[in-house]
């Protein structure tokens, strides 16, 4: 059973109402020690917070950024970064005209749950080869070996391109495999990913019966075991491992001896 560091967080305010923000350090290691804790954070889109929020957001002065959505995303829900954020921000700007995934699935005619759900997992299994999304997520591996502030990850939702990153960080970082999943579960559990996701799929989803339209939106915001298991184990069948998958990408064992070097308290 992996283990929380005993180091306390709760000298940092974080956005109280942002998508699914939270630390994602503070687990035990296989590489001896402890992931750092207020270093490395996980979210959905920032577009929605009060200015409180974004003073609070602003203060963390994150060092690197990695934007993974889609550059029509960022357009519709732009993150409240100042000028001076630019070169922080690492993102692809391929495939200018793509969705985010649970947006995505709303064009499948006549989806259900179960068709969500599986359509997540086939999702998933293929998103670790996406040519773009492969180069990303090694150039934000190879940025954070040498980046000396926090980091944060997001996406649109902050669950499932943010997820499969988060995983195959924490991976290299030697947290154990239930702590990966259960970091990723706690997206389950976000207050504000329902809040703020159901009323912008609600119209979307106008011509459903009510109830079938709950069940689809619980469906398109949920996550489950299954999914990252598709992620995991489709690079674990195509590569091997986590390393060699980044490896392949040009993450070499002198950037991940360099990250484990930043990330991990001993």
């Given at each position: 059973?992996?283990?929380?560091?005993?180091?306390?967080?709760?000298?940092?305010?974080?956005?109280?109402?942002?998508?699914?923000?939270?630390?994602?350090?503070?687990?035990?290691?296989?590489?001896?020690?402890?992931?750092?804790?207020?270093?490395?954070?996980?979210?959905?889109?920032?577009?929605?917070?009060?200015?409180?929020?974004?003073?609070?957001?602003?203060?963390?002065?994150?060092?690197?950024?990695?934007?993974?959505?889609?550059?029509?995303?960022?357009?519709?829900?732009?993150?409240?970064?100042?000028?001076?954020?630019?070169?922080?921000?690492?993102?692809?700007?391929?495939?200018?005209?793509?969705?985010?995934?649970?947006?995505?699935?709303?064009?499948?005619?006549?989806?259900?749950?179960?068709?969500?759900?599986?359509?997540?997992?086939?999702?998933?299994?293929?998103?670790?080869?996406?040519?773009?999304?492969?180069?990303?997520?090694?150039?934000?591996?190879?940025?954070?070996?040498?980046?000396?502030?926090?980091?944060?990850?997001?996406?649109?939702?902050?669950?499932?391109?943010?997820?499969?990153?988060?995983?195959?960080?924490?991976?290299?970082?030697?947290?154990?495999?239930?702590?990966?999943?259960?970091?990723?579960?706690?997206?389950?559990?976000?207050?504000?990913?329902?809040?703020?996701?159901?009323?912008?799929?609600?119209?979307?989803?106008?011509?459903?019966?009510?109830?079938?339209?709950?069940e689809l939106i619980s469906a398109l915001l949920g996550v489950e075991e299954t999914y990252l298991d598709s992620a995991l184990r489709a690079i674990e069948r195509q590569c091997g491992s986590v390393e060699f998958y980044l490896e392949e990408a040009g993450v070499t064992a002198d950037v991940r001896q360099r990250l484990q070097a930043r990330y991990i308290a001993r």
């Amino acid at each position: 059973m992996s283990r929380l560091s005993p180091s306390p967080c709760d000298d940092v305010q974080l956005p109280s109402c942002a998508v699914n923000f939270r630390d994602f350090g503070r687990l035990e290691s296989r590489h001896g020690g402890w992931i750092r804790p207020r270093r490395l954070y996980r979210s959905g889109h920032m577009a929605a917070l009060d200015a409180e929020d974004v003073r609070r957001l602003q203060a963390l002065d994150f060092h690197l950024i990695a934007d993974l959505r889609y550059a029509e995303e960022q357009a519709q829900q732009p993150s409240p970064w100042p000028a001076t954020f630019a070169d922080r921000v690492l993102s692809h700007d391929e495939a200018r005209n793509g969705v985010a995934p649970h947006m995505l699935l709303l064009q499948q005619p006549g989806c259900d749950a179960d068709e969500v759900r599986q359509h997540y997992r086939q999702l998933y299994g293929e998103l670790p080869f996406d040519p773009a999304y492969r180069a990303l997520f090694a150039s934000v591996v190879r940025r954070m070996a040498d980046v000396d502030g926090r980091v944060l990850v997001h996406c649109s939702a902050g669950k499932d391109r943010t997820g499969v990153l988060v995983a195959l960080i924490l991976e290299l970082l030697g947290a154990a495999p239930e702590a990966v999943m259960a970091d990723y579960l706690r997206t389950a559990a976000d207050p504000q990913l329902m809040t703020l996701g159901a009323p912008v799929l609600r119209p979307l989803l106008a011509e459903q019966d009510p109830e079938r339209a709950d069940e689809l939106i619980s469906a398109l915001l949920g996550v489950e075991e299954t999914y990252l298991d598709s992620a995991l184990r489709a690079i674990e069948r195509q590569c091997g491992s986590v390393e060699f998958y980044l490896e392949e990408a040009g993450v070499t064992a002198d950037v991940r001896q360099r990250l484990q070097a930043r990330y991990i308290a001993r």
